[in-house]
């Protein structure tokens, strides 16, 4: 919960960062970081419906903590991304 609450503040500064960049495909960024926030969307129904079908209907608590286990993911790449962009701001 607290991963989400302070990576929801983070996805509008992407795209600022996105389009206050130094490149010249600095539109294409911002789009791109836009892009993704439809597939994010869908991506924990769709996988919730994989494992719905994969599994036994009797092993819901399984079923449950893979996909609370797979929606730790992206926010763990979340952080080390993060993690990765401040130390190199730090170092300019």
Do not use: H
Not at 20 to 39: I, K, L, M, R, Y
Not at 50 to 65: G, P, T, V
């Amino acid at each position: 919960f607290i991963i989400g609450y302070g990576l929801g503040g983070v996805y509008p500064l992407s795209a600022t960062k996105a389009a206050e960049s130094d490149d010249s495909n600095s539109v294409g960024s911002t789009a791109w970081a836009f892009f993704w926030q439809g597939p994010g969307m869908c991506a924990p129904y769709v996988v919730a419906i994989i494992l719905r079908a994969c599994l036994a209907s009797d092993a819901q608590a399984l079923q449950w903590r893979l996909l609370l286990g797979l929606g730790a993911i992206p926010a763990l790449l979340a952080m080390a991304f993060l993690r990765e962009d401040a130390q190199e701001d730090n170092n300019r």
